[in-house]
């Protein structure tokens, strides 16, 4: 099984456990695009699928705070993949699982490749409609979504939790020259000022990109958003969320337009707020997949300059 550290029988127990003993585990194959757990789509014995995502971690509570978010957002009319079962294990059984439906479809970026322009922006319409019915909800309190976790009131306040500690872990990378982590630092000493805003905290998916957003052709033949996956869910400003997306190139000019007919992009978003809003998820792909992300956060930091 190569590196997937885990054997037929505990997937298959896995299997049985959902659907009965009866049920048999006939084949995996195992999905791109996680960076912290194998993820498998799994076959089953009555031509079923399902996909479960297993942690190399012995006690994880990941899995836990994902079925949670893909049960809210599901509740919500969205679509994400049913959860089926999710487990957080023991020193006695040291497997952690989420299993969960698996989406038949490609990815939005490989969607891209196979559509017509005019198919393509339909394609964008219908992903702005989803995001906007999203952000529709909206809380008291800025906060990530999981029971039990700390509130905020103040935005800049979250914000700076969420990435002191990515922010904090970066500065000993001797990639960042001297002035690109003094520049960051000034950036990061004004945020209160920079994020200030007059919206409420909405619900937001944290991680919207190509590889998270599935497309399929349905059976009227045209392309719809199947599902969006892997949330991280937070109750947040909207803003930081669109920046995410237009930054990783997920969204075009036709998403833009549609999400701004119901939920206009400010003029301080295009002049400050966007900036920094890119500026640190850069900072965390720096850290998480290397320095191929260091040509475009030296982009980001300049583009701070003339703020600070």
Same mark, same amino acid.
């Given at each position: 099984?190569?590196?997937?550290?885990?054997?037929? $029988? =505990?997937? /298959? !127990?896995?299997?049985?456990?959902?659907?009965?003993?009866?049920?048999?585990?006939? *084949?995996? !194959?195992?999905?791109?695009?996680?960076?912290?757990?194998?993820?498998?789509?799994? @076959?089953?014995?009555?031509?079923?699928?399902? #996909?479960?995502?297993?942690? %190399?971690?012995?006690?994880?509570?990941?899995y836990e705070r994902e079925a949670y978010q893909l049960t809210l957002l599901r509740s919500l009319g969205l679509p994400v993949p049913q959860v089926y079962q999710w487990k957080i294990g023991?020193? +006695? +059984?040291?497997?952690?699982?989420?299993?969960?439906?698996?989406?038949?479809?490609?990815d939005l970026g490989q969607a891209k490749h196979r559509c017509t322009s005019e198919e393509f922006d339909a &394609? $964008?319409?219908? &992903?702005?409609?989803?995001?906007?019915?999203?952000?529709?909800?909206?809380?008291?309190?800025?906060?990530? #979504?999981? *029971?039990?976790?700390?509130?905020?009131?103040?935005?800049?306040?979250?914000?700076?939790?969420?990435?002191?500690?990515?922010?904090?872990?970066?500065?000993?990378?001797?990639?960042?020259?001297? @002035?690109?982590?003094?520049?960051?630092?000034?950036?990061? *000493?004004?945020?209160?000022?920079?994020?200030? @805003?007059? +919206?409420?905290? !909405?619900?937001?998916?944290?991680?919207?990109?190509?590889?998270?957003?599935?497309?399929?052709?349905?059976?009227?033949?045209?392309?719809?958003? =199947?599902?969006?996956?892997?949330?991280?869910?937070?109750?947040?400003? =909207?803003?930081?969320?669109?920046?995410?997306?237009?930054?990783?190139?997920?969204?075009?000019?036709?998403?833009?337009?549609?999400? $701004?007919?119901?939920?206009?992009?400010?003029?301080?978003?295009?002049?400050? /707020?966007?900036?920094?809003?890119? &500026?640190? %998820?850069?900072?965390?792909?720096?850290?998480?997949?290397?320095?191929?992300?260091?040509?475009?956060?030296?982009?980001?930091?300049?583009?701070? *300059?003339?703020?600070?």
């Amino acid at each position: 099984m190569g590196e997937i550290d885990i054997s037929w $029988q =505990a997937l /298959r !127990r896995i299997v049985q456990d959902f659907s009965g003993t009866s049920a048999e585990l006939t *084949e995996f !194959r195992p999905l791109h695009g996680g960076q912290i757990s194998t993820t498998l789509e799994l @076959h089953l014995s009555d031509n079923t699928k399902a #996909v479960v995502k297993v942690s %190399p971690h012995r006690v994880d509570k990941s899995y836990e705070r994902e079925a949670y978010q893909l049960t809210l957002l599901r509740s919500l009319g969205l679509p994400v993949p049913q959860v089926y079962q999710w487990k957080i294990g023991s020193l +006695d +059984d040291p497997v952690s699982y989420l299993l969960i439906e698996f989406i038949e479809g490609v990815d939005l970026g490989q969607a891209k490749h196979r559509c017509t322009s005019e198919e393509f922006d339909a &394609l $964008q319409q219908e &992903l702005a409609e989803i995001i906007l019915a999203m952000h529709a909800n909206m809380n008291e309190k800025y906060m990530r #979504v999981m *029971e039990g976790g700390q509130s905020y009131d103040s935005w800049s306040r979250f914000y700076r939790e969420v990435y002191d500690p990515i922010w904090h872990e970066a500065q000993s990378d001797p990639h960042l020259s001297k @002035h690109c982590r003094k520049q960051i630092g000034k950036v990061h *000493e004004k945020l209160d000022r920079f994020l200030v @805003h007059g +919206d409420k905290p !909405r619900l937001v998916h944290w991680d919207i990109w190509n590889t998270n957003v599935m497309c399929r052709q349905n059976g009227d033949g045209r392309w719809h958003i =199947a599902a969006l996956l892997d949330p991280n869910c937070k109750y947040a400003h =909207a803003e930081a969320e669109i920046a995410y997306m237009e930054l990783f190139h997920t969204v075009t000019p036709a998403f833009l337009r549609a999400y $701004q007919q119901h939920h206009r992009l400010s003029d301080d978003y295009h002049r400050f /707020r966007k900036p920094i809003y890119q &500026l640190y %998820p850069l900072i965390n792909h720096v850290r998480l997949f290397g320095h191929e992300y260091m040509k475009p956060l030296l982009a980001a930091v300049e583009k701070t *300059e003339s703020m600070v």
